[in-house]
């Protein structure tokens, strides 16, 4: 893959418990249109493209009768999918990103390594057991399916706070400043590429590949 082509990636998923379908692009403006059926749901993945500046369509008919776990892990597998395949080779990014955010009384920090090696460690420490229609374990949830199903290594704690919505809100636009960081376009040759041949690009690893 050229490292200065568009990093972008339409998905669909369906399975007997949701059908999801989502437009992503790495190197957007943080435009949103989401639309789960769980609406806290919405307002954190909002706030991770937001904050990240991805492009992200994602729409999602899940088994909402039977609760919100179905759709919360598959929306956010297929968010890691797609982020996993917009990366394509992962040449050319700076592949690590860390990032503190404050909303209000909580703070959290999340460091990201797009390794290719999918572990996350997630510790919200959240009190309540719902946060609107979204189970509060769930919120956890979806960080570590995103990053198993990106291929990243994700490490999040929020610090301290008193107020699980912010709690999990600072959660998640930490990690969307990691990931901002962690995508960017790093080590691209910045001397134009020679007629005909495409643009040189560092693999961000000693062996070579991720």
Do not use: W, Y
């Amino acid at each position: 893959m050229n490292p200065l082509s568009p990093r972008r990636t339409t998905l669909a998923r369906a399975t007997r418990e949701t059908e999801i379908r989502l437009t992503l692009d790495l190197d957007g403006s943080g435009r949103t249109e989401i639309a789960t059926g769980v609406g806290f749901l919405d307002h954190l993945l909002t706030a991770l493209a937001f904050h990240a500046r991805f492009d992200l369509a994602l729409s999602c008919r899940g088994d909402l009768q039977v609760d919100d776990h179905h759709t919360a892990e598959d929306c956010a597998l297929a968010l890691g999918a797609a982020l996993d395949e917009a990366l394509g080779e992962r040449a050319g990014i700076a592949r690590f990103g860390h990032a503190f955010a404050p909303l209000d009384e909580a703070l959290a920090r999340s460091v990201v390594d797009l390794s290719g090696r999918p572990f996350a460690a997630v510790d919200l420490g959240l009190r309540r057991e719902q946060l609107g229609a979204l189970s509060a374990e769930n919120a956890a949830h979806v960080l570590q399916s995103l990053a198993l199903a990106a291929r990243a290594t994700l490490h999040v704690d929020v610090l301290r706070g008193v107020n699980d919505h912010h709690r999990a809100e600072a959660a998640f636009k930490a990690t969307a400043l990691a990931l901002r960081q962690a995508v960017a376009r790093d080590g691209v040759a910045a001397a134009p590429a020679a007629r005909g041949r495409r643009a040189a690009a560092r693999i961000p690893s000693t062996k070579g590949r991720l």
